[in-house]
């Protein structure tokens, strides 16, 4: 099973700060690895697919990167929304899996 | 626009049985990959099972192997999940979620869940 491995658990910014986010896959899943925001009480939410590329509606604020064992999350400016907890998963290999999740809190 | 609405969650007891249903719409439903991903209360997101568009391949995590079946009626327009020999540890939300593409298993689309509580 490969693991994913999501730092920090908790960022702390402010509004209008960048945030990065890191996902560090036990072993190799390619590009195929996805991004999701899950606010409370609402279903999470597709943000990046295929590492780096951006789901429909999403903004351009959001951005991902990396390949292999490595990826990042960039929010290039926070707003008050944004505030949520982010979540990766890789669907190179089976059993699908997800990190841990970092949450993106109001400093 | 595309929506999941899944059915069928509630209350059982540890060993009992229950069926989740996805009705999806806004899109051609056989062509797309359907998978069923769980939520415990106040944890992160485990993926639990995927069928793909035909119904033929199907692939589930080791905690529910042998325990859940996963199926789908493209007559019905319809995604299910037959859960079996229910745990305490089942217990979360369920959600339905579009697979993007076969072979890049990531979920675009994603119902509003259906809670499975598995208490005596």
């Known amino acids: 099973e490969i693991v994913l491995t999501q730092s920090p658990v908790i960022l702390s910014l402010s509004p209008g700060e960048r945030a990065t986010l890191s996902c560090r896959a036990s072993q190799s899943v390619g590009s195929n690895l996805a991004w999701y925001e899950q606010k409370p009480g609402q279903t999470p939410r597709l943000l990046i697919y295929d590492a780096s590329n951006r789901a429909t509606g999403i903004p351009a604020r959001f951005s991902g990167s990396g390949s292999g064992t490595d990826f990042t999350l960039t929010i290039s400016s926070l707003e008050p929304e944004d505030f949520a907890v982010y979540y990766c998963q890789q669907g190179s290999t089976w059993p699908l899996t997800f990190g841990g999740g970092t949450k993106v809190e109001i400093k | 626009e595309v929506q999941l609405l899944e059915s069928g969650g509630g209350l059982v007891q540890p060993g009992e049985s229950l069926r989740l249903s996805c009705a999806p719409s806004?899109?051609?439903?056989?062509?797309?990959?359907m998978a069923w991903v769980r939520q415990a209360p106040g944890k992160g997101l485990e993926w639990v099972s995927t069928i793909g568009g035909d119904g033929v391949a199907t692939h589930y995590a080791d905690s529910v192997k042998g325990r859940f079946t996963i199926a789908r009626d493209n007559s019905k327009n319809t995604l299910y999940l037959q859960m079996n020999s229910l745990r305490a540890e089942d217990t979360a939300v369920y959600y339905c979620?579009?697979?993007?593409?076969?072979?890049?298993?990531?979920?675009?689309?994603w119902g509003q869940g259906t809670l499975v509580i598995v208490s005596s």
């Open positions: 979620a579009k697979v993007r593409a076969w072979g890049s298993d990531q979920f675009d689309y």
């Open positions: 806004g899109f051609t439903f056989r062509n797309y990959a």
